[in-house]
């Protein structure tokens, strides 16, 4: 499965919530400060979609906001 995610560093808390144009908006904690955001939507994407974090990769777009991101199944 691949999604199309568009990432919003710095927020209050971490969400992931499907927009209505079939993309992902994530809510995230962390700055984008050395990868940190980037390891925390691996991370959010694995809890959401209840798949180990080895099963989630960024596939394009590490160092822009919008990101697809792909999920093996496990």
Not at 55 to 74: E, F, N, P, Q, Y
């Amino acid at each position: 499965m691949i999604l199309r995610v568009r990432v919003k560093p710095s927020s209050r808390e971490s969400a992931l919530e499907a927009q209505p144009d079939g993309t992902w908006l994530a809510r995230l904690k962390s700055a984008p400060v050395e990868g940190r955001a980037n390891e925390e939507l691996i991370a959010l994407v694995a809890r959401c979609f209840k798949r180990p974090k080895s099963a989630v990769a960024i596939k394009s777009g590490a160092s822009s906001r919008t990101k697809l991101v792909t999920i093996r199944d496990a």
